[in-house]
């Protein structure tokens, strides 16, 4: 499943396909936390930044060196747990980038708590009360903060660049007339709007549906030779819809509501009928990403974020025949090509 930067013009290389944070038991697919690569030409993009993501993007024989910018979609720990790797790490692969530096964009400040789940009979204590819901930008500056003995050893002793160089990080804003609101409008009704462009892409995104957190991004990548679309844990959302209609490739997330049925169903206590009611709100079925795809028209389903991320994607294989068009479930590694389907890697 490894790949070669020139053999195709725009492909998507789905890194990790595992969703939730947790370290899946028995996982014969070797699932690792989500991301995902979108290659154009000699350069990557990085879309969320989930467990073992330096490890895949080795593996995905991408340099880091040609890294065009990371796109967390929101701040989700499976999304964002090895972005500290990155930001560290990348100090040595990165080193000559202190002139173009790599472009870190992801939600900005929730601004607000989310609400307390009814099922509380005490109201939990928020960690970090001084600031508990920071953004991308904030995130990053922890994360140096955090790993200062380390970096400032190699910035002082071997002379590298530091993170706050070779990274540009920033807060995704979200446009005055859409009427957001983290609490009473999280998800309006909207048109996708640009968050970024360079040479290779034009990147859009869209607000999704993914209580308690927001904001939520879905984002849109479009080149010269295709597009791909990323949902980002969500929902059926229209906007999501929106987003992708007409786009080659639509990567959407996927839980398998028997398994979780299955873990909750013998465990009475209030954690976890509130962790239950959580996937309920705030995720997708398989027959409801394939409902989403059909209405995009997307030429290529592909579900990844797996729930459970140890399942057998061969459960889901009736796709085929539900998707009007091609339909991967996706395993670690696969490579799904913008401008030729017919070497996809992808597995169902």
Known sequence: MHQNMGDSTMKAITLGTAGGPRWMKDNPRDRTGISTAIVVGDRFYLVDAGHGVGRRIRQAELELAD???????????????????????????????????VPILGPGPRGALPPVSPRATVA???????????????????????????????????????????FAPRDIVIPDSVGYHPTTDPFPDMEPFVVFEDDRVSVTAVLVEHPPIAPAFAFRFDSESGSVTVSGDTRESANLVRLATGTDVLLHEAIDFTWVDEMYEHRSDEESRASRDHHYRSHTTFDGAIRVGNLARAKTLVLHHVIPGAADSGGWSHGRGLFDGE???????????CDTLADSTGRS
Request: zero cysteines; aromatic letters at 6%; hydrophobic letters at 45%.
């Open 124 to 166: 939990p204590r928020p960690v970090a009360p001084a600031n508990p819901t920071p953004g991308i930008t904030e995130m990053f500056d922890s994360i140096v903060a955090t790993f200062a003995t380390d970096i400032n050893d190699r910035v002082l002793d071997s002379l590298r660049p530091s993170p706050n160089v070779l």
């Open 67 to 101: 890294l065009g910018g990371v796109f967390i979609t929101h701040l989700h720990s499976d999304h964002t747990v090895d972005l500290p790797s990155l930001v560290v790490f990348g100090m040595h692969e990165l080193r000559y980038r202190a002139d173009n530096p």
């Open 327 to 337: 339909f991967i479930v996706a395993d670690d590694l696969d490579v799904i090509s």
